[in-house]
């Protein structure tokens, strides 16, 4: 198994297949990727080739719990 660390380019992650969500609309969406480990990849689109982030699952599903308890909606005001 490969072994990836925060800041790789994505052209360097083989055989992933890049989610986007739906809503996304003008090339301004995050996109992410299950890694064969288990971990999730996450990507600028507009950046396809550039850098991503590596995240385990945990971090995912709590990075995900505070976004569906609107705990990051100040982001956006």
Same mark, same amino acid.
Not at 45 to 64: H, K, Q, V, W
């Given at each position: 198994?490969?072994? /990836?660390?925060?800041?790789? =380019? +994505?052209?360097?992650?083989?055989? !992933?297949?890049?989610?986007?969500?739906?809503?996304?609309?003008?090339?301004?969406? !995050?996109? !992410? +990727?299950? /890694?064969? =480990?288990?971990?999730? +990849?996450?990507?600028?689109?507009?950046?396809?080739?550039?850098?991503?982030?590596?995240?385990?699952?945990?971090?995912? +599903?709590?990075? /995900?719990?505070?976004?569906?308890?609107?705990?990051?909606?100040?982001?956006?005001?």
């Amino acid at each position: 198994m490969q072994r /990836l660390e925060n800041g790789p =380019g +994505a052209g360097g992650i083989e055989e !992933v297949r890049w989610y986007k969500s739906r809503r996304s609309g003008n090339g301004n969406c !995050v996109e !992410v +990727a299950r /890694l064969s =480990g288990g971990e999730v +990849a996450v990507r600028n689109s507009r950046f396809p080739d550039g850098p991503i982030l590596i995240y385990t699952r945990e971090e995912i +599903a709590a990075f /995900l719990g505070g976004v569906k308890d609107g705990e990051f909606d100040f982001t956006l005001s």
